[in-house]
């Protein structure tokens, strides 16, 4: 973050990754003109990571080397995480051996790329106690999202009072506030859905806002506007799992026919197979047929 009273020169750079315009992020980047080698280095960490959220793993598989940043090598071994799932236990046990030797608590980036495979693996103790060790607010927004997975409002609230002293209208504290409101729900998810449209008509609508829109009108009962959103939604990337996800469990609400919301989980199922949801839908598929073969008759 840029000093008080400092032009940050990375703004629209983090500002397009934090909303999930991850082209757009990449696309400054590489536009980016700029003498200092610090500002350049952290303009690349958030390219690298923009890559991964757009699933390209072989770009920062390939660009990364032994000679990259510190923050940079943190982004790889995110990126490696995700992209070999049959090397998840050797990735996991080395990252537990990083940490439980002397961590660079001033590397955010380590810090963050940890707590994120900890939280993929839904060891939320140890992603907690990655982030707890940093004061950015990076780390502060996946608290949150953390907490509230954890259903742990009163956590998640503390996370976000913090967030709001700190800067109270950073795009990561307003994305915070409007995930709280959608958890506390009730009147709050109408508050939930301004702070997205806000975000979208001051930037520009992303999967990841309409998302949050939709969920905000899937709460309260207004499936047809919901539809709508996510219908823009899937018109701006067909292959998002949280619009997939979301387009699922709006379909059983209207009442469509099944082969709509199977259709839905086949894609899912295809391209975000390691996705908690998928892994989470192909258990208990698991256990429905182990249940459903006792019952077979003889």
Not at 52 to 61: D, P
Not at 66 to 93: F, H, N, R, W
Not at 120 to 130: I, K, M, P, V, Y
Not at 279 to 291: G, H, N, P, Q, V
Request: glycine share 4%; proline share 2%.
């Amino acid at each position: 973050m840029a000093a008080h009273g400092e032009v940050d020169e990375l703004f629209e750079i983090k500002n397009a990754y934090y909303l999930g315009n991850f082209q757009q992020c990449i696309t400054e980047v590489q536009k980016l003109k700029t003498p200092n080698s610090d500002v350049r280095a952290d303009a690349e960490v958030f390219m690298y990571r923009a890559y991964i959220a757009q699933r390209k793993f072989g770009v920062v598989l390939d660009e990364i080397h032994s000679a990259s940043s510190p923050e940079l090598q943190a982004v790889k071994m995110l990126a490696d995480y995700l992209a070999s799932p049959g090397k998840c236990d050797t990735l996991i046990g080395d990252l537990d051996s990083k940490m439980s030797s002397s961590v660079d608590i001033t590397n955010n980036t380590f810090l963050l790329m940890a707590a994120s495979i900890y939280f993929h693996e839904q060891n939320t103790d140890a992603a907690l106690r990655c982030l707890n060790q940093s004061e950015s607010l990076e780390c502060a927004a996946l608290s949150v999202q953390i907490h509230l997975k954890m259903d742990r409002v009163d956590l998640a609230k503390k996370e976000l009072k913090r967030m709001q002293e700190q800067d109270d209208d950073a795009t990561l504290t307003q994305l915070a506030q409007a995930w709280f409101n959608l958890a506390v729900g009730g009147e709050k998810l109408q508050d939930a859905y301004y702070i997205f449209q806000e975000l979208a008509d001051k930037n520009a609508s992303t999967p990841l806002l309409l998302n949050g829109m939709a969920a905000a009108y899937i709460h309260q009962g207004k499936f047809d506007e919901a539809e709508g959103v996510l219908q823009e939604a899937i018109d701006k990337d067909s292959n998002n799992p949280e619009t997939l996800i979301n387009m699922i469990v709006l379909s059983q609400h209207l009442g469509k026919a099944p082969e709509v919301s199977n259709r839905y989980v086949s894609q899912l199922k295809d391209a975000h197979n390691s996705h908690p949801f998928v892994k989470d839908y192909l258990a208990k598929e698991t256990e429905f047929e182990r249940l459903a073969t006792q019952y077979v008759s003889s």
